[in-house]
């Protein structure tokens, strides 16, 4: 441990995974008081918890950028309105298709994908061209049985620089066997409106 | 040239009115109250108004010999760090207050575009499973808690943290082969 000056190796380093939970606050009090005792006094567990907190920070920004493509929920959709981000939302119905865009100044696009999860263990989510052909599959995605559907946040990224087209999400269980069963079809029939050439 | 001293022979020297030492003792504390700041402010600009405040008091308790125990200058650091905090919290309680009324009025926070490095993250987050990386981006978002996410997500918060901890181990690898 560096008491007194740097160069002199901590004997016991604190676990990555622990400073990254003290970073997040998800340490018991005790726990925490340990950790921040240790901090006082090395600088390499210091060294270490700054990484933590570079790899956190870029994740912050990364997840509120909306440039992810990623399942999330109900609560948390909730939450990132409230924190003032634009959010475009579109749900079709089940079977059915809707028209869709992005804007240059929407921070999040997402698609509400209303379903019957309480018979599925496992669901996979399928996009799909016009064609019916498979070009992404979001293998075992998390759900919850009672939640009536799938929120799946769409790169906003992505979608800006997308040309006109028409995509087709799939939502599919998977048996313990690996049969599939479509539980819903939905699609997006996109025009793009912001001007430039497609990405 | 007292970059090895012993924190305790560091605090009996400024208690002498060595002027060095203190220079030390600040060097060697302030990045430590600035990581204890930035954990419980959540700001940078607060985080070194800490150092700052801390550094201070320190100076000022060692000055007059006030610590006891020089082998404990780390614990009393902490100490003060503690209770700066909990005094920089009630003052910033009115700023609150007025930001209840008339936050709505402001601008809405706004990100910066990702950088290259970003760019990298981001590759690597897409790389994750979609229970790692819907984990992740609801908990990195805007710091939510285990319990939060788990509850969102239908599943225990031992989960979670074991999901999360596997999530960031992978970015780490990730990262480290991507830079």
């Not at chain 2, 560091?10 to 009115?17: D, E, K, P, Q």
């Not at chain 2, 003060?80 to 920089?88: E, G, K, N």
């Amino acid at each position: 441990m560096t008491a007194a000056s740097g160069g002199i190796e901590c004997p016991s380093p604190i676990e990555s995974a622990v400073l990254m939970d003290y970073w997040l606050a998800m340490l018991s009090s005790s726990a925490e008081e340990a950790v921040e005792q240790h901090l006082m006094m090395c600088d390499e567990c210091g060294d270490r918890l700054r990484e933590s907190i570079a790899l956190a920070e870029g994740l912050r920004s990364l997840a509120r950028s909306g440039s992810l493509q990623v399942v999330i929920t109900e609560q948390f959709l909730g939450h990132v309105s409230q924190t003032g981000l634009r959010v475009r939302e579109y749900a079709p119905p089940r079977g059915g298709s809707v028209q869709c865009t992005v804007a240059a100044d929407d921070d999040l696009l997402v698609a509400r994908l209303a379903v019957d999860l309480t018979s599925a263990s496992r669901v996979d989510l399928s996009w799909c061209d016009l064609g019916g052909m498979e070009l992404q599959r979001m293998a075992d995605i998390p759900i919850r049985a009672d939640s009536g559907g799938v929120i799946c946040q769409q790169s906003i990224t992505w979608a800006k620089a997308s040309p006109t087209s028409i995509m087709i999400a799939r939502l599919v269980a998977v048996d313990d066997e690996g049969d599939e069963r479509v539980l819903g079809e939905y699609t997006f029939n996109h025009t793009r409106t912001i001007p430039g050439p497609p990405g | 040239m007292y970059t090895g001293l012993p924190d305790a022979d560091l605090a009996s020297r400024i208690a002498a009115g060595d002027r060095e030492a203190e220079a030390e003792m600040c060097r060697r504390m302030g990045p430590r109250i600035r990581l204890y700041g930035l954990r419980h402010l959540r700001s940078s600009s607060a985080a070194d108004d800490l150092v700052q405040q801390v550094l201070l008091k320190i100076l000022e308790a060692l000055r007059n010999a006030r610590l006891r125990e020089a082998d404990k200058l780390a614990h009393f650091v902490l100490g003060t760090c503690r209770m700066t905090v909990l005094d920089l919290r009630r003052s910033s309680q009115r700023h609150e207050e007025l930001l209840a009324i008339y936050g709505a009025d402001l601008a809405p926070a706004i990100f910066p575009a990702p950088t290259l490095a970003d760019r990298q993250l981001a590759r690597c987050v897409q790389a994750l499973n979609e229970r790692e990386r819907s984990v992740v981006v609801m908990t990195f978002y805007d710091d939510r808690t285990g319990a939060e996410t788990a509850l969102a997500l239908g599943t225990s918060e031992a989960n979670i943290r074991v999901i999360r901890h596997r999530a960031i181990q992978q970015l780490r690898v990730c990262m480290g082969a991507a830079s």
